[in-house]
């Protein structure tokens, strides 16, 4: 019998009831679980469920199950995904198991939530079970400072993410340099100079000593960071202006353009170990602790052994050898059902050492429970960085690790100096012999508008 | 049907007439409710946040003030100016480029053209998010891209994704690779469409090509072409995901700022308000920039009549 509709309608629907039907019967009964975490980070996935080649093959949820006497789920959420749901779970004000137990948070998208005041931030106040508990004084204190609001803090941080130098210590020591003795930034550009004057041949694509962004503001806040300001502190106020500020601008404007030139930008990605290494593009890059993995996955085979890690140079009017760049932590929703209970499969799931073992085998990020840094483990030399113990290093600098204020004003704030540093960078290019004066009077010029732009922003959406 | 012994209608008939009369209603139903739903609320419910500031659960009434600072921010200003630069460069290269190759692969002196027409309109099937993705690795510092370049000028340091004026040409040439096959297809489609007399008849009147093209194919296409400029206007007004996957924030310069980028700046931040007002003044410029080449593009065509 004829179809009336023609035979490709008749195949589409086939198809379509036929996957309807296979949908159906092949569904998972979706019942939720007593306790559901909700991450974003494949790494830390793996280590709760179990999944992926860690190297005590722990399944932390088993074990946070066990001790609980509860089930637990973890869903694994792209963290844009995730961002959403949660602003929305919040706005909305829901309750209950329409909520996960425990979420992480990703510095980037933390903002949004600390819009409100402190009474009607979507998480919960995590001070008094911190105390309860024991914690307070064993996380480092200062990274509390990303994932707080007025002292109120809302996130646990999983990281400290020191900043220190990645560098390709065989191409630093073939020109005569040992980069490492650079206690200053000054030294530290004076060695790229030299390193650069080596290299560098007439007719010859430049080499370039060090990675320095020029479209975004990335280097710069870490730097900035490293010398103790925050573009927004921890109060709201906006510190573009600042005399350091601009003091850092004019300083990283000269370490990328004329005669004191190290800086260059590297490619978008790991294209930067992978590409611009072996080009020579960059030799030597800021890396927080989580991108030493990153640098070992992509850099060519060649370079094992190769890197060598330093602290950042000083300021001179900063005592910090160290930055912070990057960060998780893990809340806990206001409207959960038992705050006690997911705190207590926070300690679990995050604090424990069993915990700490399992997310940081695979990788060099150092956890921000203090107790973690005594781990002998730790003072095992690594092979890929010269058998330098890179991980005891991080840790060394640790301590030293400067506050690092998130707020919806500071994440304008970032994108003003971005856009400050690529007009003061234009300026240079175009006024190469600019002198100092006057370089730092339209720097200041550029960044007093740029403060304006921020205060009527912050003004203009302010609910305080 | 009813008796005419009768003038009682039977229970039958009387579910008929009911029936008759709200059958439409009912076929209409799931349209107006899914409308309803999904279109007429929102927006309805966006005009409300437009005239609201937002901080999580709260809710404050602002009036016009949204528009007020809208209107007043430099940001915004930048943002406009740079969509309505990507529109014009889209339009000035994209039309062209989809025409000519439409004019190319219409004819039957190319061999093979079936695959060159595949191979022009794949890009299109993959997405901005494959083709943002691509275009990173294409364009890096040391990428195949700058690599090839090098070939020809060894010194060559092309930032395509740092530098703003490199970084627009980003944008432009990978939404060009990804819209220009698509617009081929419609012009391949309006070219086959028009009238073969017409060329015999302008051949007879011994037409030239460029004649030709300008008075007959021209004509012949002009519906397709108004189309095309008219989607790509307002596609170009809503750019937003190739820069923003490109630059992961505004870029450098905030090359990568269009108005709708600069919208989700305003949710990234909790403040839907700000959102919605900035998405009804895009709508706004949507709807008179449409008019206006309606307007002017039927005038013309009145004229030309």
């Known amino acids: ?464 | 049907m009813r008796s005419a012994t009768s003038p009682t209608p039977t229970l039958q008939e009387r579910l008929w007439s009911i029936q008759a009369r709200f059958a439409p209603y009912l076929f209409v139903a799931p349209f107006v409710v899914l409308f309803c739903c999904f279109l007429l609320y929102p927006l309805l419910r966006s005009l409300y946040l437009s005239a609201h500031q937002t901080a999580g659960q709260r809710m404050a009434s602002v009036g016009l003030k949204n528009f007020t600072f809208l209107l007043h921010d430099d940001a915004l200003g930048w943002a406009a100016l740079n969509t309505v630069g990507y529109t014009l460069a889209f339009l000035i290269f994209q039309i062209p480029a989809a025409l000519g190759l439409a004019l190319l692969l219409n004819s039957p002196k190319v061999r093979g053209r079936n695959i060159f027409r595949f191979a022009f309109f794949a890009p299109h099937l993959v997405g901005q998010v494959f083709v943002a993705v691509i275009f990173t690795m294409l364009l890096n510092n040391n990428g195949p891209m700058n690599n090839f370049l090098r070939l020809f000028a060894p010194m060559l340091e092309i930032r395509w994704f740092t530098n703003m004026y490199m970084a627009r040409g980003a944008v432009v040439l990978a939404s060009l690779w990804l819209s220009v096959g698509f617009g081929m297809i419609y012009f391949l489609a309006a070219l086959q469409s028009v009238d073969r007399e017409l060329y015999e008849a302008s051949d007879v009147d011994g037409a030239g090509r460029w004649a030709k093209f300008w008075h007959v194919t021209i004509p012949g296409i002009r519906p397709v072409l108004q189309f095309m400029i008219l989607t790509g206007t307002i596609g170009g007004l809503q750019l937003f995901e190739l820069p923003y996957l490109l630059f992961s924030g505004p870029g450098p310069g905030g090359a990568g700022l269009t108005i709708v980028s600069y919208l989700y700046g305003w949710i990234e931040v909790g403040e839907l308000g700000t959102a919605a007002a900035t998405g009804w003044l895009l709508a706004a410029a949507i709807i008179a920039i449409a008019i206006f080449q309606v307007r002017v593009m039927g005038g013309k065509r009145a004229a030309d009549d």
């Open chain 1, 1 to 464: 019998m004829p179809f009336h509709l023609g035979k490709p309608i008749l195949v589409m629907m086939i198809c379509g009831i036929g996957a309807g039907i296979a949908s159906r019967v092949t569904m998972q009964p979706d019942a939720r679980a007593d306790l559901e975490i909700w991450c974003f980070s494949d790494q830390n996935y793996k280590a709760a469920t179990g999944r992926g080649k860690l190297p005590n093959n722990v399944a932390l949820r088993e074990i946070a199950e066990r001790e609980l006497g509860k089930t637990v789920s973890v869903k694994l959420v792209q963290f844009r995904a995730m961002s959403a749901r949660l602003a929305s779970l919040f706005m909305s004000n829901s309750r209950g198991p329409e909520l996960p137990d425990l979420v992480e948070l990703e510095v980037s998208g933390v903002a949004r939530y600390f819009r409100p005041t402190v009474g009607e931030v979507g998480l919960l106040p995590l001070n008094d079970l911190l105390e309860k508990h024991g914690w307070l004084g064993k996380i480092q204190e200062r990274r509390l400072a990303s994932w707080s609001k007025d002292g109120v803090i809302f996130g646990i941080p999983m990281d400290v993410h020191p900043a220190m130098i990645a560098y390709d210590d065989v191409a630093f020591r073939q020109a005569g340099i040992d980069l490492a003795s650079s206690k200053t930034w000054d030294e530290f550009i004076e060695n790229g100079l030299k390193f650069q004057a080596y290299w560098n041949k007439p007719g010859q694509r430049a080499r370039r000593a060090f990675e320095m962004a020029d479209a975004n503001a990335t280097t710069l806040v870490t730097m900035l960071v490293q010398r103790g300001i925050n573009v927004v502190d921890q109060n709201g106020g906006v510190h573009l202006s600042d005399e350091k500020t601009i003091d850092t601008l004019v300083y990283y404007l000269r370490m990328m353009i004329g005669p004191r030139s190290i800086g260059f930008p590297s490619s978008v990605g790991n294209e930067a170990f992978s590409q611009d290494l072996p080009a020579g593009s960059v030799s030597a890059f800021v890396a927080p602790d989580w991108r030493l993995k990153y640098i070992k996955d992509n850099a060519p085979g060649e370079y094992a052994g190769r890197f060598r890690m330093m602290p950042l140079p000083r300021w001179p009017d900063s005592p910090h050898r160290t930055s912070t760049a990057g960060g998780t932590s893990v809340g806990i929703p206001r409207n959960v059902r038992d705050p006690e209970l997911s705190f207590r499969l926070l300690e679990r799931m995050y604090l424990s050492p069993e915990a700490i073992t399992a997310r940081t085998g695979t990788n060099y990020i150092l956890p921000a429970v203090k107790a973690a840094w005594a781990n002998p483990k730790w003072d095992e030399p690594d092979p890929y960085f010269g058998g330098q113990p890179v991980r005891r290093l991080i840790a060394g600098l640790a301590p030293e690790v400067p506050p690092r204020y998130i707020s919806p004003a500071s994440l304008v704030a970032e994108v003003q100096l971005a856009m400050v540093l690529v007009e003061s960078l234009s300026y240079v290019r175009s006024h190469p012999n600019v002198d100092e004066a006057t370089l730092r009077l339209k720097c200041q010029a550029l960044l007093n508008d740029a403060q304006e732009r921020v205060k009527r922003q912050v003004a203009h959406g302010s609910f305080e």
